[in-house]
C-alpha cells in the first residue's frame, strides 16, 4: 500500500471511529433523558444534565427504543454470549437478540406497575428468569438477591447502564451489590459535563477512564483518617455514617479541582515522567478552560 493509501485508509477509519463516538454519545443523552423523564413521573430525580422530552412523546415507547438504541450502539463492546468466556452472569443459549428483547420487556412492565416508584417491591415480583437477565445485563458477578438491596441500588438495576443515578449523592452509583464510580454521573452540573466531553472529546477510552479516576480521587482522599502524627488509621466506607463525598459541599468548585490538579503536577514536575507531565497537564488545562467558557 502507498502513503497516500495509507494516510486515506487511516483517515476512514478515524473518521468511523469520531462517527461511533458521535453516534454512542447519542445513545447515551437520549437513554438518560428517557429514564430521567421516568423518574420524574415516579418523583425520582433523574440526570440533572437531562433535556426535557417533547410533550408528544409516548413515554412507553420510549422506554423501550432509548433501551434498543443504547444497545445496538454498545453491545458489541460491553457483552459477551459465550458461556464460560469469563462472565458469570451470561445466560447459556441466549442471544444478543434475547437479551435487547427480555430487558427491553422487564423496563416497560416495570415503567407500567410502579417498578420506578417501588423498585425493592418491583423486583421481589420478578422470576428468577428475568433477574438473570438484569444481572447479564449489568454484569453482576452473583446473583441477584431482591431482598438486601438499598432503594438506590434496586432502582439501578431498572436502568440501562448509562442512565444509571447516583440517587443518595454519595459519590458512588451502587447496581445492585456493587458500586460503580462514574463521571460525569447524574449529578454532575450540565455546564460541568459540558466541559468535560469538550475535553475529553479526541480521547481513547483507557485515557478517559484515566481522568475519570482522577475526578473521582478526592472521594476516596476525603474519606481517609490519619492521627495526630499524620499516620493513616482507616478509610470510612460507603454507608458509614462518616462517608462524605467532596462534590456534593454546597462550597466545591469544578475550577478549583482542575487548578489544584495543575497545582499538583507543577509541584511534582520533576518527579515523573515527561510525557505523563504534559499529557496531564494538557487535559487539566483543557478541563479548567472548559468550565471558564462554559461558565461553571
Excluded at 47 to 68: D, I, K, R
Excluded at 123 to 149: G, N
Excluded at 242 to 266: K, M, R, T, V
Amino acid at each position: 500500500m502507498d502513503s497516500v493509501s495509507s494516510v486515506t485508509s487511516a483517515n476512514s477509519v478515524l473518521q468511523g471511529q469520531r462517527h461511533a463516538s458521535g453516534s454512542r454519545q447519542t445513545a447515551d443523552r437520549h437513554v438518560q433523558d428517557v429514564f430521567s423523564a421516568v423518574l420524574q413521573q415516579a418523583e425520582r430525580k433523574g440526570y440533572a444534565s437531562a433535556q426535557s422530552l417533547p410533550e408528544s412523546t409516548n413515554v412507553v415507547e420510549a422506554v423501550g427504543a432509548s433501551w434498543e438504541q443504547w444497545f445496538n450502539e454498545f453491545s458489541s463492546i460491553r457483552y459477551t454470549f459465550v458461556a464460560g468466556s469469563g462472565s458469570p452472569s451470561v445466560r447459556e443459549n441466549k442471544t444478543a437478540d434475547d437479551l435487547r428483547a427480555d430487558y427491553k420487556q422487564i423496563l416497560v412492565s416495570a415503567y407500567e406497575n410502579g417498578g420506578y416508584a417501588s423498585p425493592e417491591s418491583y423486583l421481589k415480583k420478578l422470576t428468577s428468569e428475568a433477574l438473570a437477565t438484569i444481572q447479564q445485563v449489568h454484569h453482576l458477578a452473583d446473583p441477584i438477591q431482591p431482598d438486601t438491596l438499598s432503594s438506590e441500588s434496586a432502582l439501578n438495576l431498572l436502568l440501562p447502564p448509562d442512565a444509571q443515578v447516583d440517587e443518595n449523592r454519595d459519590g458512588l452509583t451502587a447496581v445492585g451489590a456493587a458500586y460503580t464510580i462514574r463521571f460525569p454521573d447524574s449529578n454532575t452540573p450540565p455546564k460541568v459535563r459540558m466541559a468535560w466531553e469538550a475535553s475529553t472529546k479526541d480521547m481513547s477510552e483507557q485515557d478517559r477512564m484515566l481522568y475519570v479516576m482522577q475526578m473521582s480521587s478526592q472521594l476516596f482522599t476525603a474519606n481517609m483518617h490519619f492521627d495526630q502524627d499524620g499516620q493513616y488509621v482507616r478509610s470510612s466506607e460507603p454507608g458509614d455514617a462518616d462517608w462524605i463525598n467532596p462534590q456534593s459541599q454546597a462550597d466545591f468548585s469544578f475550577l478549583n479541582q482542575a487548578n489544584e490538579w495543575l497545582e499538583y503536577l507543577n509541584r511534582f514536575k520533576a518527579q515523573m515522567p515527561t510525557e505523563q507531565y504534559q499529557r496531564d497537564t494538557g487535559f487539566w488545562t483543557a478541563f479548567r478552560d472548559n468550565l471558564i467558557k462554559f461558565g461553571e
